[in-house]
């Protein structure tokens, strides 16, 4: 792998003694497929060479490229001596991330395009790999920020390889300046020492990756419908609350209207002037009107309700979406997205979303429909109501009693009171009884939108569940992993005696071993392709002992204080190991003794993280 133009293709011609067919002439992204070759002098060794990354419009080459990184045991990085890019130093560290071996060779461009300019190379081959130190260290920097090393820098001239394989005249000094006999030296000890080891991390890294892939998904997804959950919650709380508020004062505007139309038709009597038989014409047109007068008031009472219960829904919403936006999106996952609407019945997940507008009837999300829906009920319900029993009130007044009326002005007085109180009351009582109704149905919309988020939390705590699950699979893969390695090592004894084991792939392995297993680690440390620090099982009496004997695994040289205090332990050491390394020794060591460890320089601030 390597950058666009770097000489990986002449690379290849020279280790696998191909043809000059891939070789570029000049032009970004030249090969634009991956091709395998057997090498000529390594036994059973495929080069497998890839795309060039860091060209202009290029994903589709990076993606065919970072393909073969899963099933490679070890990937030699291609650089070249006159320039690196930063969209290659990217793609660099994707690999190390990936926990691959990296090996760097820096191929140097000088032109070998006719006898004088071999001639010219061949007079002094090595000024043409001068200055080289500052692309080495460039590399390393980004290797670094994954924690990782490279496993041997080469520096070579892959055209002159090329060419010692086909010139008779030049072939064996060409051979011999190219410097390829350094790489090749690399690659047959990484294959003949390390093959086996490699194809173990290989196939666990192959499974590992897509569990801790699955792993991080389940994570993201508990997590953000946590965050759903918990804005949807606090956002029904809100609405709920400016709810009733609105319908409180909805209802005491209503009771007004009432007390005061009604209360109009107190002075009735004092119009009335004939007491004959048109009085009671005269009190239907009168009724007609109030009933008109209380069906307007209150159907626009109740209106006005609905509009107002939607406004502050949609406030709500927007104040809530404004300040926080979770979104749901998990590539691969639209079987549980469907879960989740339908678990939570009422639950809109997305840009905008909130966890249940504030709704008045069936269908969620919708609000001018089920809220007119209750207010027209209730108003074609409230002016039945109305006209009924006034009619009747009427009817009675003025056909069984009508001989007292035309006696007495006061007497009509005092039943048109009675008549009209009664109806107050009753108004009252059905405006009383109409609210409760409304309630209800908020109450009943937010219990359902809480019985949701419920059934969301139950999704969550199944994911965390599973995540669990996962993490512990991970955890026996990369005990056995390691077990693994050390049979191949020709370790049985050792690799019966391992207890806890926590890897972060191309960087360390900590292994928990037996106190006596531990004495043999360190008097004769076993091979493998990543560090493997061993160590005791932590003491509560001596917190520092474990964390010592890890980082004299990791670093190789005796630790040059230990200090423990209550928030963590701090391990001073010389090693000279990038701050990255450090950082990443530190985490992972914590999470394998379950307590803050902070490996740092004598120089460094002694700061253990929270």
């Known amino acids: ?142 290797l670094s920020a994954a924690a990782v090393r490279p496993v041997a820098e080469v520096m070579l001239h892959a ?33 003949r020492k390390r093959r086996t080891a490699r194809r173990v991390l ?19 997804v508990e997590r ?26 909805c209802m005491q505007r209503m009771e007004d209207d009432v007390v005061r139309l009604v209360g109009r038709r107190q002075g009735w009597p004092q119009n009335v002037t004939d007491f004959g038989p048109q009085v009671v014409e ?42 926080v936006r979770p979104h749901l999106k998990v590539t691969g996952m639209r079987d549980f997205r469907g879960l989740w609407k339908r678990e939570a019945a009422g639950v809109a997940v997305g840009a905008g979303g909130a966890l249940a507008s504030m709704a008045l009837g069936a269908y969620v999300g919708s ?43 006061d007497l009509l007085r005092t039943e048109i009171s009675k008549v009209l109180n009664e109806l107050e009351a009753q108004v009252l009582a059905e405006v009383s009884g109409t609210i409760a109704g409304v309630l209800e149905t908020l109450t009943t919309s937010h219990v359902r939108r809480a019985k949701a988020e419920a ?17 512990s699979a991970v955890s026996t893969l990369d005990h056995e992993t390691v077990r693994c390695l050390l049979r191949v090592d020709g370790r049985p004894r050792l690799a019966a005696s391992v207890g806890k084991v926590t890897r972060l792939p191309g960087v360390c392995i900590l292994v928990e071993v037996l106190d006596e297993a531990l004495a043999e680690a360190w008097l004769f440390p076993p091979s493998s392709p990543e560090f493997l620090a061993f160590g005791r099982t932590p003491s509560p ?19 040059a204080l230990i200090r423990c205090r209550p928030d963590g332990i701090i391990v001073t050491t010389n090693a000279p190991a990038p701050i990255q390394v450090l950082e990443a020794w530190s985490a992972t060591l914590s999470d394998h003794l379950g307590t803050p460890v902070k490996i740092v320089r004598p120089n460094a601030p002694r700061s253990v993280p929270a």
Not at 224 to 249: C, N, P, S, W, Y
């Open 224 to 249: 953000e419908t946590r965050e759903i959950v918990d804005v949807g919650r606090r956002m029904r709380e809100d609405q709920e609350r400016r709810a009733i508020r609105l319908v409180d004062a």
């Open 159 to 191: 055209e002159a390889a090329r060419q010692a394989r086909a010139d008779g005249d030049y072939g064996a000094d060409l051979w011999e300046a190219s410097r390829l006999s350094a790489l090749l030296a690399v690659l047959e000890q990484e294959s």
């Open 541 to 559: 009496d001596l917190p520092g002992a474990s964390a010592m004997s890890y980082v004299l695994g990791l670093t190789e040289e005796v630790p």
């Open 1 to 142: 792998m390597g950058r666009t133009m770097a000489g990986k293709s002449t690379l290849l011609a020279a280790l696998t003694g191909g043809s000059a067919e891939r070789i570029g002439d000049g032009r970004p992204r030249y090969s634009r497929d991956v091709f395998a070759a057997p090498a000529v002098d390594l036994h059973d060794v495929e080069i497998v060479d890839t795309p060039g990354v860091g060209a202009r419009d290029g994903a589709d080459d990076v993606a065919q490229a970072m393909a073969e990184v899963p099933g490679a045991d070890l990937v030699l990085w291609v650089a070249s001596n006159d320039s690196f890019q930063e969209e290659t130093a990217q793609e660099l560290r994707v690999v190390a991330l990936r926990g691959k071996p990296v090996v760097v060779a820096l191929n140097c461009r000088e032109p070998l395009v006719d006898d004088l300019d071999r001639e010219e190379f061949l007079e002094d081959p090595d000024s043409v790999f001068a200055d080289h130190e500052g692309h080495f260290k460039m590399i390393r920097s980004h």
């Open 202 to 220: 290989r196939e666990a890294d192959e499974v590992r990756s897509q569990a801790k892939a699955l792993s991080g998904a389940l994570a993201a």
């Open 282 to 323: 005269q009190w239907d047109t009168e009724q007609a009107a109030l009933v008109a007068e209380l069906d307007e008031a209150l159907e626009a009472r109740l209106s006005n309700l609905a509009r107002a219960i939607e406004e502050a829904a949609v406030a709500v919403e927007r104040e809530w979406t404004t300040a």
């Open 455 to 471: 059934a969301a939390l139950v999704v969550a705590d199944l994911l965390a569940c599973q995540q669990q699950v996962v993490d």
């Open 367 to 409: 609000l001018a429909g089920p809220a007119g829906t209750v207010v027209g009920a209730v108003v074609m319900g409230l002016g039945s109501l109305l006209v009924t029993p006034v009619r009747k009130k009427v009817q009675s007044l003025f056909t069984s009693r009508a001989e007292i009326l035309e006696a007495n002005r």
